[in-house]
């Protein structure tokens, strides 16, 4: 199969190469998929730099990528919850860094797996695994409900716009921090935009003067912000500080799950949950994909189309 891979840490692309790979072994309880897209995500090239290594095992060479949307073509033994030529999308994320998603194939376990929503086009459904599934446990997290108020730290990338519609869909009061030019795309979704940066605590409180009862953090380096305006009382949770925990909150990591994922499949079906794309990119153009993801500014979601 073709397929992106790298044969060694870097900072930057420079050990990306397009090629010819094996294609995925396929074991008890997995399905081996073939990818119609796959969401790229700021961890991709923080893992492809090494700064997972601390946490996660890497077997070079490495294919990059843990979102996929796509067909069943084979079933691995014993796997009876789906069928060949199934419409499927997982957050593929395996023990090892290794088999990723870069690819036209991968084998993915079956409790990893839900069904395609229909409303979603392949785009879509590739974005949303991993993005939707962290708005998904920071949600949870906070139990947040018809009663809170939740500020959103990076409310219109590709987890924050999730996270506002989730937000939004049980009935809380969302305000979003973003950068103008998002301020309309925010509100489309049902948030209140914010714009980030210097007197960002003074633009919350204006409209909020009591404080928000929930925070989720999806940018970091926002801890000082979230304490000055959160409630007593309040919760907040981030994906991206581990410093939090010390201070009350919760710091998140997604995990793999088919059920949850399904969840926000039938979300998609009855039209509360979207996912905006910005961008697509071929496979042998997954170098331009990662680098837009560097830039820390994309709106929505950038997706591989094999």
């Known amino acids: 199969m073709r397929a992106v891979t ?11 190469s397009y090629g010819e790979a094996p294609d995925p072994k396929l074991g008890p309880g997995q399905v081996r998929v073939r990818v119609r897209a796959a969401g790229v995500n700021p ?7 090494g700064g997972l290594d601390g946490m996660m095992d890497a077997v070079f060479p490495v294919i990059p990528g843990w979102d996929v949307a796509g067909v069943v073509t084979e079933l691995g033994p014993d796997t009876p919850e789906f069928a060949v030529g199934d419409e499927v999308m997982a957050y593929a994320r395996k023990d090892v ?38 708005a998904l446990r920071c949600l949870d997290h906070l139990a947040v409900d018809a009663r809170d108020t939740l500020l959103i730290h990076g409310a219109s990338g590709g987890v ?81 500080d581990n410093t939090v925990d010390q201070h009350g909150g919760h710091w998140v990591w997604v995990r793999p799950d088919g059920t949850k994922l399904a969840e926000l499949a039938a979300l998609a079906d009855r039209g509360a949950l979207t996912v905006e794309v910005s961008e697509t990119h071929p496979l042998d153009r997954a170098a331009d994909a990662l680098t837009t993801l560097r830039t820390g500014h994309t709106r929505g979601k950038v997706v591989i189309v094999p």
Do not use: C
């Open 97 to 134: 860094v290794h088999a990723g998603t870069f690819a036209e194939y991968v084998a993915v376990p079956a409790p990893f797996v839900a069904r395609k929503p229909a409303a979603l086009d392949w785009a879509q459904a590739g974005g949303l695994p991993l993005a939707g599934l962290t």
């Open 160 to 240: 924050g716009s999730i996270a506002v519609q989730l937000g939004r869909e049980r009935g809380a009061r969302v305000i979003g921090t973003t950068s103008p030019r998002n301020h309309d795309f925010l509100r489309r979704l049902g948030a209140e935009p914010v714009t980030y940066g210097e007197g960002l605590v003074e633009r919350v409180r204006a409209l909020t003067p009591d404080g928000v009862s929930a925070v989720a953090d999806f940018v970091g380096g926002q801890l000082d912000v979230t304490r000055a305006v959160l409630t007593p009382n309040g919760r907040h949770v981030s994906t991206a």
């Open 43 to 49: 961890v991709d090239w923080k893992v492809m730099a």
């Open 6 to 16: 790298y044969g060694a840490y870097a900072p930057d692309n420079s050990a990306l």
